[in-house]
C-alpha cells in the first residue's frame, strides 16, 4: 500500500507527457514517441525514425527509442524495414495475444511482457473484472529500442521520464530500456498481487461470516479465473528473466546479468504470491461448500422433525376415519377431546424432544 501511495505522488507531482504526436513519424497515429539519446541525454529536437537511426550510425554513439501502440501491420512494415527486424518477430509484434518470451534473431532481442493492471470496484460479484492485462514487445538492438504496446494501460510514458532523470543509467543503451522496462512491469505485478490480496481477504471474511450466502462460490470462481488469467501473464515470464539474469545475450551484456537477477526475484515472489492465493481460494471454496452442505443438511433435519410430528395426527386421524362399524370409543361421550388431547400431546413430546436434540 504504502509503494502504491508513492507511485501515486510521484505521477502526480511530475508533468504530464504527450503520448499522441501523429506528424512525427509517416506512420501516423500509431506513433507514441521518436527520441534520439547521445550518452543519456534526450536530444532537444524531435525528429522522424529514419534520420534519427542515421544521426546515430553517422556518430556511433547513442541510440533511438521509437514507441508504438498498437499498429497496424501497414504501419509496421516501414519499420521492420528500416531497422531490419526479422519478419516472425514483426509478426508476434503485429498480432499481439503473445506468451512471455525472450528470443534472439541475430543481433536483435525480441521480448514479449505481459503487463497487468487491477481494475478497481466497489464490491466483487460474480461478473467483475479484476485483472485487466495487455501486451509490451521490445525489441532491442545495439543502437534502438522499439517498444509496441497493446491494451490501454501500461504507458511508458513514467518510465521515460524516470530514465531520463538518470542519465548516467540511460547512457549504458538500449539494454537499460530493456531491464527499465522489465522492472517496471514485475513492479506492477506485485501492486496488482497486493491489490488482489484485499478481495481475497474480503471474500474469505464473507464466507465465514454469520450472513454467509450460498452466492458465494460464483465470486469465488470469478475470483480464481481472474487470478489464472493474472498467472498466464507472470508464470511464462519466469524462465526468459532467468536466461537474461544468467547468460548474456546480445545486446545485453554480462554487467547487466545483475540487474535481470533482481527482477527475476521479484518475479519469483509474484510467482509464489500467486500461487498461495490459488491454494487459499481452493481452501475457501471448500470451505464454502462444506458450509452449504451443513446448511442443507440442518434444512433437511428440520423438514425431517416436522414431518415427525405431523406423522402423528395423521396417523391417528387416518385410523380413526376408517369406515368400519365396530371401532373403539366410536360413540363414547368423551372420545373426540380424548384423541385431540391424545395427538396434541404426542405432538408436544415428539417436538420438545426434536429441540432437545437441536433438530429444530
Same mark, same amino acid.
Given at each position: 500500500?504504502?509503494?502504491?501511495?508513492?507511485?501515486?505522488?510521484?505521477?502526480?507531482?511530475?508533468?504530464?507527457?504527450?503520448?499522441?504526436?501523429?506528424?512525427?513519424?509517416? @506512420?501516423?497515429?500509431?506513433?507514441?514517441?521518436?527520441?534520439?539519446? /547521445?550518452?543519456?541525454?534526450?536530444?532537444?529536437?524531435?525528429?522522424?525514425?529514419?534520420?534519427?537511426?542515421?544521426?546515430?550510425?553517422?556518430?556511433?554513439?547513442?541510440?533511438?527509442?521509437?514507441?508504438?501502440?498498437?499498429?497496424?501491420?501497414?504501419?509496421?512494415?516501414?519499420?521492420?524495414?528500416?531497422?531490419? @527486424?526479422?519478419?516472425?518477430?514483426? /509478426?508476434?509484434?503485429?498480432?499481439?495475444?503473445?506468451?512471455?518470451?525472450?528470443?534472439?534473431?541475430?543481433?536483435?532481442?525480441?521480448?514479449?511482457?505481459?503487463?497487468?493492471? $487491477?481494475?478497481?470496484?466497489?464490491?466483487?460479484?460474480?461478473?467483475?473484472?479484476?485483472?485487466?492485462?495487455?501486451?509490451?514487445?521490445?525489441?532491442?538492438?545495439?543502437?534502438?529500442?522499439?517498444?509496441?504496446?497493446?491494451?490501454?494501460?501500461?504507458?511508458?510514458?513514467?518510465?521515460?521520464?524516470?530514465?531520463?532523470?538518470?542519465?548516467?543509467?540511460?547512457?549504458?543503451?538500449?539494454?537499460?530500456?530493456?531491464?527499465?522496462?522489465?522492472?517496471?512491469?514485475?513492479?506492477?505485478?506485485?501492486?496488482?498481487?497486493?491489490?488482489?490480496?484485499?478481495?481475497?481477504?474480503?471474500?474469505?471474511?464473507?464466507?465465514?461470516?454469520?450472513?454467509?450466502?450460498?452466492?458465494?462460490?460464483?465470486?469465488? $470462481?470469478?475470483?480464481?479465473?481472474?487470478?489464472?488469467?493474472?498467472?498466464?501473464?507472470?508464470?511464462? @515470464?519466469?524462465?526468459?528473466?532467468?536466461?537474461?539474469?544468467?547468460?548474456?545475450?546480445?545486446?545485453?551484456?554480462?554487467?547487466?546479468?545483475?540487474?535481470?537477477?533482481? !527482477?527475476? /526475484?521479484?518475479?519469483?515472489?509474484?510467482?509464489?504470491?500467486?500461487?498461495?492465493?490459488?491454494?487459499?481460494?481452493?481452501?475457501?471454496?471448500?470451505?464454502?461448500?462444506?458450509?452449504?452442505?451443513?446448511?442443507?443438511?440442518?434444512?433437511?433435519?428440520?423438514?425431517?422433525?416436522?414431518?415427525?410430528?405431523?406423522?402423528?395426527?395423521?396417523?391417528?386421524?387416518? !385410523?380413526?376415519?376408517?369406515?368400519?362399524?365396530?371401532?373403539?370409543?366410536?360413540?363414547?361421550?368423551?372420545? $373426540?377431546?380424548?384423541?385431540?388431547? @391424545?395427538?396434541?400431546?404426542?405432538?408436544?413430546?415428539?417436538?420438545?424432544?426434536?429441540?432437545?436434540?437441536?433438530?429444530?
Amino acid at each position: 500500500m504504502v509503494r502504491r501511495l508513492r507511485h501515486v505522488v510521484r505521477r502526480t507531482r511530475r508533468p504530464g507527457v504527450d503520448l499522441s504526436h501523429p506528424a512525427r513519424s509517416p @506512420l501516423g497515429s500509431a506513433v507514441v514517441n521518436c527520441v534520439l539519446y /547521445e550518452d543519456g541525454v534526450r536530444h532537444p529536437v524531435a525528429c522522424p525514425a529514419d534520420k534519427a537511426l542515421r544521426q546515430v550510425r553517422r556518430g556511433g554513439r547513442g541510440f533511438v527509442w521509437l514507441g508504438l501502440h498498437e499498429p497496424s501491420a501497414e504501419e509496421f512494415a516501414w519499420v521492420a524495414e528500416l531497422f531490419g @527486424l526479422h519478419p516472425l518477430a514483426v /509478426e508476434d509484434a503485429v498480432t499481439a495475444h503473445q506468451r512471455p518470451k525472450v528470443e534472439r534473431y541475430e543481433e536483435t532481442l525480441f521480448a514479449v511482457f505481459k503487463t497487468c493492471g $487491477y481494475v478497481e470496484h466497489e464490491r466483487l460479484t460474480a461478473t467483475s473484472e479484476v485483472v485487466d492485462t495487455g501486451e509490451i514487445m521490445i525489441f532491442t538492438g545495439a543502437d534502438f529500442v522499439i517498444t509496441v504496446r497493446h491494451g490501454s494501460h501500461g504507458s511508458l510514458g513514467p518510465l521515460r521520464e524516470a530514465l531520463e532523470a538518470d542519465p548516467e543509467q540511460l547512457a549504458k543503451g538500449p539494454a537499460a530500456v530493456l531491464h527499465a522496462i522489465a522492472d517496471h512491469v514485475v513492479d506492477n505485478y506485485l501492486l496488482v498481487a497486493d491489490a488482489v490480496q484485499h478481495d481475497i481477504d474480503a471474500v474469505e471474511t464473507a464466507v465465514f461470516s454469520e450472513e454467509a450466502g450460498r452466492g458465494d462460490a460464483g465470486r469465488i $470462481y470469478q475470483l480464481k479465473r481472474e487470478l489464472m488469467e493474472f498467472k498466464r501473464a507472470v508464470a511464462p @515470464l519466469n524462465r526468459p528473466l532467468q536466461n537474461l539474469a544468467d547468460r548474456p545475450m546480445k545486446p545485453v551484456g554480462p554487467e547487466f546479468q545483475p540487474y535481470f537477477r533482481d !527482477v527475476a /526475484e521479484h518475479l519469483a515472489r509474484t510467482a509464489d504470491q500467486i500461487a498461495s492465493f490459488d491454494a487459499l481460494l481452493d481452501s475457501v471454496l471448500q470451505a464454502h461448500l462444506a458450509q452449504v452442505t451443513v446448511a442443507q443438511n440442518e434444512d433437511m433435519r428440520k423438514i425431517t422433525a416436522w414431518a415427525a410430528v405431523i406423522a402423528v395426527p395423521t396417523m391417528v386421524c387416518g !385410523v380413526y376415519g376408517m369406515n368400519f362399524a365396530y371401532m373403539p370409543e366410536l360413540r363414547w361421550t368423551y372420545g $373426540y377431546p380424548f384423541v385431540v388431547g @391424545l395427538m396434541a400431546t404426542a405432538c408436544f413430546v415428539i417436538h420438545r424432544g426434536f429441540r432437545r436434540n437441536g433438530w429444530l
